[in-house]
T-cell receptor, first 111, second 110 residues
Framework: KAGVTQTPRYLIKTRGQQVTLSCSPI?????VSWYQQTPGQGLQFLFE???????NKGNFPGRFSGRQFSNSRSEMNVSTLELGDSALYLC??????????FGSGTRLTVV | SQQGEEDPQALSIQEGENATMNCSYK?????LQWYRQNSGRGLVHLIL?????REKHSGRLRVTLDTSKKSSSLLITASRAADTASYFC??????????FGQGTELSVKP
């Protein structure tokens, strides 16, 4: 069956702009989590959605937001981009938050 | 703060040798997971070990868990060049978030 699909794979944005990343989970998975990976901070949890509701949230500013649709697809949005937002953004889906399956990520570069 | 901390940060070995990576964590856990990441791509789930298990095997992988020391180790036997990757341990915190360690960068030279 198809894995977790993240689009786009690469993105270059300018400071101050906003960006939306998309994640399609494995069919049947209702939980979607987002992570940010940078060389300095490593892998950090952003938020988790389950059945269209945010279930968990990490320690990120309000510029980072997300949502989940009725088909479990999820989007995350970052507004007023800063250079420090440059990172690999990973999405993971699971049946109930135990063993998460990750997508290939979206590499965001802010210039 | 990171729930899991890996040791060593980097490891370089020859093909055929065994590679051992260690992970320490801070709070009580229900399970601990190991993931592999190739060149900044997505993470691949390797193995999950529950808190009531002491050892688990999967192919060339052997994971041990010592809850009294709050530590786990991942052993890759007979390593191959294709095993070159970063390896992360991860645990769920009380809020259910998956918290990762900083990872061990493994390089297997042919």
């Amino acid at each position: 069956k198809a894995g977790v699909t993240q689009t786009p794979r690469y993105l270059i944005k300018t400071r101050g702009q906003q960006v939306t990343l998309s994640c399609s989970p494995i069919s049947g998975h209702r939980s979607v989590s987002w992570y940010q990976q940078t060389p300095g901070q490593g892998l950090q949890f952003l938020f988790e959605y389950f059945s269209e509701t945010q279930r968990n949230k990490g320690n990120f500013p309000g510029r980072f937001s997300g949502r989940q649709f009725s088909n479990s697809r999820s989007e995350m949005n970052v507004s007023t981009l800063e250079l420090g937002d440059s990172a690999l953004y990973l999405c993971a889906s699971s049946l109930g938050g135990r063993e998460e399956v990750f997508g290939s990520g979206t590499r965001l570069t802010v210039v | 703060s990171q729930q899991g901390e890996e040791d060593p940060q980097a490891l370089s070995i020859q093909e055929g040798e065994n590679a051992t990576m260690n992970c320490s964590y801070k709070t009580s856990i229900n399970n601990l997971q190991w993931y592999r990441q190739n060149s900044g791509r997505g993470l691949v789930h390797l193995i999950l070990i529950r808190s009531n298990e002491r050892e688990k095997h999967s192919g060339r992988l052997r994971v041990t868990l010592d809850t009294s020391k709050k530590s786990s180790s991942l052993l890759i036997t007979a390593s191959r060049a294709a095993d070159t990757a970063s390896y992360f341990c991860a645990t769920h915190n009380q809020g259910g978030k998956l918290i990762f360690g900083q990872g061990t960068e493994l390089s297997v030279k042919p």
